[in-house]
């Protein structure tokens, strides 16, 4: 009987989703057993041409890590859409825009800008940027269109289940794939994680007193971190109170704080807003100036909190002024 047909494509990542299934171990052998791969552009030399030959909806699941933020990259998202029974965002980039979505804080010509032409690394005199087509002696040269503005996948395609984290851990993969093989899958649109927050699971969480009251607030690299307590009740930030759980504790138990890659738990529309309004409602300060020290003690708070989230938020596309982006 032939195996079912299963897709792993990148966008806009950093190609730690693609080592994720490396981490598999010697699991990976069991998915190579159980599937036939038809498309893995890091691992092995499929064409595009040889997704196109497939029928409508013959891939059994499309795993589709990264962002959206090319012509090429709509373009592949599309046709793996077509030709897949089930498409899965897979990893953080996909699911909510992930580190690529801070782009969204400025536009294209302001990035642009700032790598082609402002950091101090880079001599351009000519100020060049990349160009769609290039005339060569030899024939046309062409790139993918870039665009202003980056996607979670699900802004671009149909989306029928999500892997969150950066990168989704080893076991929540393989629950996904054995749910695919079997067919046994939840309801279309659900993050294949716990449905609980960071903090319900986190070892941590007892060492919290009853009651937090934060008056300043300190950076991880800045202070001394006790591995045994809540790093909110030490004053430094940690997203798990908004975070869903399922990594494992990955951060925590390297003894630095969560910055919410798993994305919010199921009933969070924004997870940036809903891990500020947490955070607020921790801080005991009544003065406004000394309420402005604390906020300004922390660079760049919505870039925090938002970290993973800002393509998919409600803010989704605030521009911040160029000045930002050069300095
Ligand atoms: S805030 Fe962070 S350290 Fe504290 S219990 Fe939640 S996840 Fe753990
Ligand atoms: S602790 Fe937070 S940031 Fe770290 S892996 Fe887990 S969810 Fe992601």
Same mark, same amino acid.
């Given at each position: 009987?032939?195996?079912?047909?299963?897709?792993?494509?990148?966008?806009?990542?950093?190609?730690?989703?693609?080592?994720?299934?490396?981490?598999?171990?010697?699991?990976?052998?069991?998915?190579?057993?159980?599937? =036939?791969?038809?498309?893995?552009?890091?691992?092995?030399? %499929? @064409?595009?041409? =040889?997704?196109?030959?497939?029928?409508?909806?013959?891939?059994? #699941?499309? *795993?589709?890590? #990264?962002?959206?933020?090319?012509?090429?990259?709509?373009?592949?998202?599309?046709?793996?859409?077509?030709?897949?029974?089930?498409?899965?965002?897979?990893?953080?980039?996909?699911?909510?825009?992930?580190?690529?979505?801070?782009?969204?804080?400025?536009?294209?010509?302001?990035? *642009?800008?700032?790598?082609?032409?402002?950091?101090?690394?880079? =001599?351009?005199?000519?100020?060049?940027?990349?160009?769609?087509?290039? @005339?060569?002696?030899?024939?046309?040269?062409?790139? $993918?269109?870039?665009?202003?503005?980056?996607? $979670?996948?699900?802004?671009?395609? =149909?989306?029928?289940?999500?892997?969150?984290?950066?990168?989704?851990?080893?076991?929540?993969?393989?629950?996904?794939?054995?749910?695919?093989?079997? #067919?046994?899958?939840?309801?279309?649109?659900?993050?294949?994680?716990?449905?609980?927050?960071?903090?319900?699971?986190?070892?941590?969480?007892?060492?919290? $007193?009853?009651?937090?009251?934060?008056?300043?607030?300190?950076?991880?690299?800045?202070? *001394?971190?006790? $591995?045994?307590?809540? %790093?909110?009740?030490?004053?430094?930030?940690?997203?798990?109170?908004?975070?869903? +759980?399922?990594?494992?504790?990955?951060?925590? #138990?390297?003894?630095?704080?969560?910055?919410?890659? %798993?994305?919010?738990?199921?009933?969070?529309?924004?997870?940036?807003?809903? %891990?500020?309004?947490?955070?607020?409602?921790?801080?005991?300060?009544?003065?406004?100036?000394?309420?402005?020290?604390?906020?300004?003690?922390?660079?760049?708070?919505?870039?925090?909190?938002?970290?993973?989230?800002?393509?998919?938020?409600?803010? +989704?596309? @605030? @521009?911040?002024?160029?000045?930002?982006?050069?300095?």
């Amino acid at each position: 009987m032939a195996k079912p047909k299963v897709a792993i494509y990148w966008n806009a990542s950093c190609g730690g989703c693609e080592e994720a299934w490396v981490d598999l171990a010697e699991d990976i052998l069991k998915v190579v057993e159980a599937v =036939d791969i038809v498309l893995w552009p890091v691992a092995m030399d %499929f @064409k595009l041409k =040889d997704v196109e030959a497939l029928d409508d909806g013959e891939i059994a #699941g499309a *795993f589709l890590n #990264g962002a959206v933020r090319t012509s090429e990259q709509e373009e592949w998202s599309h046709l793996l859409r077509k030709k897949a029974g089930v498409v899965i965002a897979f990893g953080s980039c996909a699911h909510l825009g992930g580190i690529p979505g801070l782009a969204n804080f400025y536009t294209k010509d302001d990035i *642009f800008d700032a790598v082609y032409n402002y950091l101090p690394s880079v =001599d351009n005199k000519k100020g060049t940027t990349p160009q769609r087509s290039t @005339k060569m002696p030899e024939g046309e040269l062409r790139l $993918p269109e870039i665009y202003d503005t980056v996607y $979670p996948l699900d802004q671009v395609i =149909d989306v029928d289940y999500y892997l969150p984290g950066c990168s989704p851990p080893p076991e929540l993969i393989m629950e996904a794939v054995t749910a695919i093989l079997s #067919g046994e899958l939840p309801p279309k649109g659900s993050v294949l994680a716990p449905a609980k927050s960071l903090c319900d699971e986190c070892d941590r969480n007892e060492s919290k $007193p009853d009651k937090i009251e934060l008056k300043e607030l300190k950076r991880p690299h800045l202070t *001394f971190m006790d $591995p045994e307590k809540c %790093f909110l009740a030490e004053g430094v930030i940690c997203m798990g109170p908004a975070t869903r +759980a399922g990594c494992g504790q990955r951060c925590i #138990g390297a003894n630095m704080p969560c910055r919410g890659c %798993f994305g919010p738990t199921d009933d969070v529309k924004d997870h940036g807003a809903k %891990f500020l309004s947490a955070l607020a409602s921790l801080i005991e300060i009544n003065d406004p100036e000394e309420m402005d020290k604390l906020v300004e003690s922390i660079p760049d708070l919505t870039g925090l909190a938002y970290m993973y989230s800002l393509a998919s938020s409600l803010l +989704a596309r @605030k @521009k911040i002024e160029r000045e930002t982006v050069k300095a």
